[in-house]
Nanobody, 119 residues
């Protein structure tokens, strides 16, 4: 099983950039893709972006297209989320997750990292 640990969150100003990291341990080769999700206070957890582990194909939520970039380093077993042009609406706890097929549920989750964007 894949174990996931997020890091890189913090407090930034609107317009700033931040890069989140998700360090994975275990059988990453068995993962279909890795995803980033976020949950703002009082809101449901929403999909942000995903990347297939093998081929690096990416998918983004409309709300972050053109601003966020997901990437992975297979040697380092790490997934990144580069976040640019941050707005207060991006404030949330960000989680990474893994799943094992394109239609499976994400069943392994990290502990989350807080991103706060001030205006």
């Amino acid at each position: 099983q894949v174990q996931l640990v997020e890091s890189g969150g913090g407090l930034v100003q609107a317009g700033d950039s931040l890069r989140l990291s998700c360090a994975a341990s275990g059988r990453t080769f068995s993962s279909y893709d890795m995803g980033w999700f976020r949950q703002a206070p009082g809101k449901e957890r929403d999909f942000v972006a995903a990347i297939t582990w093998s081929g690096g194909r990416t998918t983004y939520a409309d709300s972050v297209k053109g601003r966020f970039t997901i990437s992975r380093d297979k040697v380092a077993n790490t997934v990144y989320l580069q976040m640019n042009s941050l707005t207060p609406e991006d404030t949330a706890v960000y989680y990474c997750a893994s799943r094992y097929c394109s239609y499976c549920s994400y069943d392994k989750w990290g502990q989350g990292t807080q991103v706060t964007v001030s205006s």
